[in-house]
T-cell receptor
C-alpha cells in the first residue's frame, strides 16, 4: 500500500511565524503535491514537484514555498503565516507506473491565530 | 483555470437504492479521470479511475466516461449508510489533478 505521511496533524501558529509542513512517501513516486482544502472552495493546488529539486506553481502559490531535496520528501513552507492560511493541507504523491493515481496523506490542520 | 463541475448536493437516497453522481469538465485534452470519496475530517481516498470511454465496474461502483460530452459519472448500487460522504470528481490534464468541489451524498436507512 502507498503510504503518504504528514508528520504534523494539528498545528496552531501565530501570525508572522514561519511554518514547515513535512510530507514523506514510501513508494518511490516521482510526483508530489501540496493542496489546501477549504469549505466551499474545494481542493486547490499550491505547488507540485515532478522530480528532486524541481517545483512548479499550482493555482494558489502566493505566500508559500516548497522544498524537495530528496525524492521521498516534500516540504511546504509558509514564510510568514497569516490568518487566511488557516486550512487543511493535503500532501499527495503519484507515479506514471501506478497509473498516475494521486494518493493523499491524512492531512495537516493548520490554525493561524 | 480548468473547470471541473459537480452539483454540491446534498443528494439523498434511501438505503439499497442507486446513487448517481455527475461531473463535467472543460479541458478536452484530459485523459485520466478519478472518483474520490471523502469522509468528514478525513483525506480523500480513491474509489475508481477511468481512462477510456464507456463503463468501468468495480463491485458496487460503476464509473462512466463520455469524452465527447466531457462528462463522467459514478453510480453506486445498493447504497449503504456507510457510503454517506462527499464524492470528489478529479480530472488530470497534466501532472496534477483538478478537483471538483464535491457532491455530498446522504444514504438514509
Amino acid at each position: 500500500d502507498v503510504k503518504v505521511t504528514q508528520s504534523s496533524r494539528y498545528l496552531v501558529k501565530r501570525t508572522g511565524e514561519k511554518v514547515f509542513l513535512e510530507c514523506v512517501q514510501d513508494m518511490d513516486h516521482e510526483n508530489m503535491f501540496w493542496y489546501r482544502q477549504d469549505p466551499g472552495l474545494g481542493l486547490r493546488l499550491i505547488y507540485f514537484s515532478y522530480d528532486v529539486k524541481m517545483k512548479e506553481k499550482g493555482d494558489i502559490p502566493e505566500g508559500y514555498s516548497v522544498s524537495r531535496e530528496k525524492k521521498e520528501r516534500f516540504s511546504l513552507i509558509l514564510e510568514s503565516a497569516s490568518t487566511n492560511q488557516t486550512s487543511m493541507y493535503l500532501c499527495a504523491s503519484s507515479s506514471e507506473s501506478s497509473g498516475n493515481t494521486i494518493y493523499f496523506g491524512e492531512g495537516s490542520w493548520l490554525t493561524v491565530v | 483555470q480548468k473547470e471541473v463541475e459537480q452539483n454540491s448536493g446534498p443528494l439523498s437516497v434511501p438505503e439499497g437504492a442507486i446513487a448517481s453522481l455527475n461531473c463535467t469538465y472543460s479541458d478536452r485534452g484530459s485523459q485520466s479521470f478519478f472518483w474520490y470519496r471523502q469522509y468528514s475530517g478525513k483525506s480523500p481516498e480513491l474509489i475508481m479511475s477511468i481512462y477510456s470511454n464507456g463503463d468501468k465496474e468495480d463491485g458496487r461502483f460503476t464509473a462512466q466516461l463520455n469524452k465527447a460530452s466531457q462528462y463522467v459519472s459514478l453510480l453506486i448500487r445498493d447504497s449503504q449508510p456507510s457510503d454517506s460522504a462527499t464524492y470528489l470528481c478529479a480530472v488530470k490534464p497534466g501532472y496534477a489533478l483538478n478537483f471538483g468541489k464535491g457532491t455530498s451524498l446522504l444514504v438514509t436507512p
